[in-house]
Each structure stands twice: as C-alpha cells, then as structure tokens.
C-alpha cells in the first residue's frame, strides 16, 4: 500500500479501501487515459469553427469518458491476464494477480465504470451512440490478441484512436471520413511505436509465458520498423491537414510531434526497461504538441 501512496495526489488522498479499485483502472498510471483522450481531442478541435476554441464541454466529457474507458479496458485486461500477471516481474503487483481484489471484485467495479460510461455516451448525438458502442467489441478483446497475433500493438491502435472518429462525430454532427480517416490512421501507426516501445519492456517474460508482441517479432530491427511507421503518422496527419484545409499552424504542430516520434527513435535504449517506459511516457507531450497545432490553426483560420 506503502508503493501506492507515493504515486500522484489522487492516489495519496484516496481511502486504503478504494486504492486497489484506483490500481485496478491504473488511475496511479495516467497516461494511458492520456494517449486513449488525446485523438478525441484532436477530432474535437478539428471540428471547431474558424476562430474558435474546442468545444470545451465535449473536451470535458470525453476526458471523463477516456478515464472510465481505460479503467474499463484495464479492468478487462486484468480479468483476462491475471494469472499471466502473476508470472510478469512489472504486473504481479496489480490487484487481482496479488489477490488485493477478487475477480467478483472486478466486475462489479467494471461495471459501475460501463455504467457511468454509458451516461456519458447517451449525452452525444445518436451517430456518436453508434460509434461508442461499436468501440466496445473492440475494448472487450483486445485482450485476448496477444494469445492470437503477433500485432497486438495495432489492434490496441484500433481500440485507443477510435476517439479521432468520435471526438469530430459528436463536435460536428457526422464525420468527414476524408478527415478523420486519415487521422486514425496515423494515430494507429502512432500507437504501434509508442506501444511497442512499451512492450519492450516485458520481452523477455513474455517469451517465457508465451504471449506475442511487435517487441517480440520485430527484435532487433525494431527501431527501423518505428521509422516506417512514424513516416506513415506523418502521411496520415498530413492527409488531414489537406482535407481540412489547414494553415501552418497545424503542420507545425505536426512536424513538431513527428519530430518527437524521430526524438524517441533515435534515443531509445531498446534493452534498458527504464528507458522504455519514459519514452513511452514522453507521448503524452507528443501527442500534446498536435493538439496545440491544430488549435491554433483554428483559431488563425478565423483572422
């Protein structure tokens, strides 16, 4: 519990009954709600009118939602892998593989989150209802591709830009698939670097429990792979910067996350775990500096 209260303020100001739940949705762990928020609020800002800040009110509701999602997804996670997690050196401590929580435990906690999830969803528009409830198959299995595929980076790409579809859906109404489309995608290449990076952690364990990674099939060519797909992020954002007919402002904040991208590439210690997880953690500025951009393009496009 020691471990626990040394995280961020939430953690420490949280009664010791409620901790495990918090470990449980990783709200000592914030960036995954980060990278999973940050695709719904470049889609929201896409959408704004010229000369305008996001809608702040759908900024605010998709934060919330991202926070509930990733604990959602991670409860799921751990449901799935806790027998796996007993096994890992980096997961053996979360709640349900230390026996902190129950599996019964879980799930109740699983769905107060869907619950409260779902009061969110039914504040958008109905085109947005239909597009959060199709990501849910995709939060449900991503768990299980690990077991199945070599890439289960790029089906997590799948599950955590789904928001580039959403976030623009419930700003504007529908989506402009020329804008979106391209958005997802170079979030999805985006993912498979950040995440593999990640999962580079875990490699050798992971050998040992005999679960799959891109860390495991790309090995030591790993780092030219990260090139060709941060190339393909740079492609896509620059497919959206053309169909929304953005100004510089917007390429800047691009070329200046593709620029992280290349940061982490060349700098990353592919062998040394710490390394990995604070350039994994580095992505939240990434993905922060496309936001900027794209906000100031909006904002410009109205002078």
Not at 167 to 188: E, K, N, Q
Not at 196 to 216: E, F, M, N, P, R
Not at 224 to 243: D, I, P, R, S
């Amino acid at each position: 519990m020691a471990a626990a209260r040394s995280g961020n303020l939430l953690m420490r100001s949280l009664p010791d009954s409620l901790v495990p739940y918090a470990q449980l949705m990783r709200l000592d762990k914030p960036i995954g709600t980060w990278l999973l928020a940050l695709p719904c609020f470049w889609s929201i800002a896409l959408a704004a009118s010229p000369g305008h800040l996001p809608d702040l009110h759908m900024v605010a509701l998709f934060g919330a939602g991202a926070v509930l999602l990733r604990g959602a997804g991670c409860t799921i996670n751990d449901l799935w892998d806790r027998d796996l997690d007993a096994r890992v050196e980096r997961t053996r401590t979360r709640p349900l593989a230390a026996g902190t929580l129950t599996p019964r435990d879980a799930i109740v906690a699983l769905a107060v989150q869907l619950s409260l999830g779902l009061v969110i969803l039914l504040q958008l528009n109905d085109y947005s209802k239909v597009l959060g409830a199709s990501s849910l198959l995709l939060v449900a299995t991503y768990p299980l591709m690990k077991r199945i595929t070599d890439w289960p980076q790029a089906y997590l790409g799948l599950t955590f830009n789904w928001g580039a579809l959403m976030g623009y859906a419930a700003a504007a109404g529908a989506c402009d698939w020329h804008v979106v489309l391209p958005l997802y995608g170079a979030g999805i290449a985006w993912t498979l670097v950040y995440d593999t990076i990640y999962a580079h952690q875990d490699k050798k364990d992971d050998k040992v429990v005999g679960v799959k990674s891109t860390a495991l099939l790309w090995g030591e060519r790993s780092k030219a792979w990260f090139v060709m797909f941060a190339g393909l992020c740079g492609l896509g954002l620059a497919g959206t910067g053309w169909a929304s007919g953005a100004g510089p402002a917007y390429y800047a904040g691009a070329a200046a996350m593709i620029g992280h991208l290349a940061w982490q590439i060349r700098s990353v210690d592919l062998g040394n775990g710490p390394d990995c997880m604070a350039k994994f953690v580095s992505n939240k500025e990434a993905g922060a500096l496309l936001l900027a951009g794209i906000v100031a393009d909006r904002l410009m496009a109205g002078v």
